[in-house]
C-alpha cells in the first residue's frame, strides 16, 4: 500500500538507506535518533518488565497479596496523567517548534527520578509507588515525542523500515542494560547479598545508560517543522476537540487510535507483569526471568529490523493484522505451558510480535498525521497507548486479586484485547485516511 506523493515519494522502498530518508536528513541524524530508542529501552526493559517489578512485588510490598495491583495503579495513575496532559503538550510543542525542548525537559525528570527510585527498600510501599508514576510519566512524554520526529526523517514510502530500524535498535539498548543488570545480580548474590543490596546498584545502572545514550539524540537531532503558530486550549478543552476533530475529519485516524488502545492493552500487560508472571505462575527465579527478558528482546529486535521493510512492501493494515494474529498465538502457547520449554516458545513470539506491532503503530501515525501537527498526532497516539496501559495491567491486576493469584486466568483474558483490535482494524482504511492527512482533514 503506498501513501504520500511527490518527488520524496519517488524512491523504492529496496533502495537502501539513503532512498528511505527525506532530503537533507543525514545518516548520523537517523542514528543520533533511534539512539534515544537504544536509550530508553533500559528503563522499561530494567525497571519496568524485569527487575524492579519483581523486586517491588516480593521485597517492597513483602509479597503482599495486593502486591501486584499497587504495582499496576501506580503505573496507571501515571499512565492517566499522560492521557490527560500530553494532547496539550504536543499541541504546545507543535505551536512553538519545541519538541526538542520537551524531549529534554522529560529526559532530565526520567532520570532524575529513577535514580530517587534507588533509595526504594522494603516497606517503602507509597515513596516507590510516587516515585515509578513519575518517572514512568517522564519516560512517556519522551517516548511520544521522539516519535514525532519519524516523519520529519523517513519517506512516506519508508516509515516502516525507519520505524523498525529504531525500534530494532532500542532493543539492543534494552538488552546492554538487562545484560549487565543480570551480570550485576548473578555476581551479587553469589556473594550472598539480598535483593534489598543489589537492586538499587541496578536501578542507578540503568539511570545513568539513559542519560549517556540519550545525548546524541540532543547533539544532533533537528527540529524541521515550523511552529503552527496554533495555541492550544487548557488542557481538558483540548482533549475534547481533539476527539471531536478526529471524528470529523480524521475518521480513520480515530479507528487507528481505538485499535491502537485496545492491542496495546494487551502489550502493556506484557511488557509490565512478563516478570511476575514469570515468578508467580512459572516458578522463575530472579535470574531466569533476566535470561526469559533478554531471549524476548532480541526476538523483537529481529522482528522490528526485519518486519518494517515488510510493511512498507505489503502495507500498514496487513502487517498489523498478521502481528496480532502472532499475539492470540503467543497467549495461547503461554496459557497451556505446564513447563520452561513451552513457555520459552511463546516468550519468543511476544518478543517477534512485540518488536513488530509497536514499530508498524508509530509508522501507521506517521502516514494519517498532518505535516504540521505531528507532535499534536504522536501525542493522540500516546493518549490510546496509555489508556490502554491503565486498562491493560489494571485489568490483569484485578483479575489475578478476584481470582485468588490465578495468573493463568488473567493471561487469557488479555487475549480478548488483541481479537478486539483486530476486529477494529478492519474497518480501518489508510487510503482514505492518507487522502485526509494530504488534505488537512478538509
Not at 360 to 383: C, H, I, K, N, Q
Request: proline content about 3%; charged content about 10%.
Amino acid at each position: 500500500m503506498r501513501h504520500g506523493s511527490g518527488p520524496e515519494d519517488a524512491a523504492e522502498p529496496g533502495a537502501g538507506l539513503k532512498s528511505a530518508l527525506r532530503p537533507g536528513v543525514s545518516r548520523r541524524e537517523v542514528w543520533a535518533w533511534a539512539m534515544y530508542d537504544f536509550a530508553n529501552s533500559g528503563y522499561t526493559t530494567v525497571i519496568l518488565t524485569t527487575v524492579f517489578s519483581s523486586y517491588f512485588v516480593a521485597v517492597v510490598a513483602e509479597g503482599k497479596s495486593w502486591a501486584t495491583l499497587a504495582f499496576t495503579f501506580a503505573l496507571s495513575v501515571s499512565y492517566l496523567l499522560v492521557m490527560l496532559s500530553m494532547p496539550w503538550l504536543g499541541a504546545r510543542a507543535d505551536a512553538g517548534a519545541a519538541k526538542r525542548r520537551l524531549l529534554f525537559t522529560s529526559t532530565l525528570a526520567c532520570v532524575g527520578a529513577t535514580l530517587l527510585l534507588s533509595f526504594t527498600g522494603p516497606g517503602d510501599i507509597v515513596w516507590g509507588m510516587l516515585l515509578l508514576a513519575l518517572s514512568n510519566y517522564a519516560y512517556c512524554v519522551g517516548e511520544s515525542v521522539i516519535a514525532a520526529f519519524l516523519p520529519e526523517l523517513a519517506r512516506p514510502r519508508a516509515l516502516g523500515r525507519v520505524s523498525g530500524w529504531g525500534w530494532g535498535f532500542g532493543y539492543f539498548g534494552g538488552m546492554l542494560a538487562l545484560g549487565l543488570s543480570l551480570w550485576l545480580a548473578v555476581r551479587s548474590e553469589a556473594r550472598g547479598m539480598q535483593a534489598h543490596e543489589f537492586v538499587p546498584h541496578i536501578v542507578v545502572l540503568t539511570a545513568a545508560l539513559f542519560a549517556l545514550a540519550a545525548i546524541p539524540s540532543f547533539l544532533f537531532l533537528r527540529e524541521r517543522s515550523a511552529a503552527s503558530g496554533r495555541r492550544p486550549a487548557g488542557m481538558l478543552a483540548r482533549l475534547g476537540e481533539a476527539w471531536r476533530e478526529t471524528q470529523l475529519r480524521f475518521p480513520d485516524f480515530r479507528l487507528l487510535l481505538l485499535c491502537g488502545a485496545l492491542y496495546h492493552s494487551g502489550i502493556s500487560v506484557v511488557i509490565t507483569l512478563s516478570a511476575v508472571y514469570a515468578s508467580q505462575a512459572m516458578g522463575f527465579t530472579m535470574a531466569q526471568t533476566m535470561m526469559l527478558i533478554f531471549t524476548v528482546n532480541i526476538a523483537a529486535a529481529v522482528g522490528a529490523l526485519l518486519f518494517g521493510h515488510a510493511q512498507d512492501r505489503i502495507g500498514h493494515k496487513t502487517a498489523l493484522g498478521v502481528t496480532l494474529a502472532g499475539w492470540i498465538l503467543m497467549v495461547l502457547l503461554a496459557y497451556v505451558a505446564t513447563g520452561p520449554r513451552l513457555f520459552w516458545v511463546a516468550a519468543t513470539v511476544a518478543g517477534l510480535c512485540m518488536g513488530t506491532s509497536q514499530s508498524a503503530g508509530r509508522a501507521m501515525v506517521g502516514a494519517l498525521a498532518p505535516a504540521d501537527r505531528l507532535a499534536e498526532f504522536y501525542s493522540l497516539w500516546t493518549f490510546a497507548t496509555q489508556l490502554a496501559a491503565v486498562v491493560g495491567p489494571l485489568s490483569y491486576g484485578l483479575i489475578t486479586w478476584a481470582s485468588g493469584g490465578n495468573h493463568k486466568l488473567a493471561l487469557l483474558c488479555t487475549g480478548l484485547f488483541f481479537v478486539a483490535g483486530g476486529h477494529v482494524l478492519r474497518r480501518l482504511d489508510f487510503t482514505r485516511g492518507a487522502q485526509a492527512r494530504l488534505a488537512g482533514g478538509q
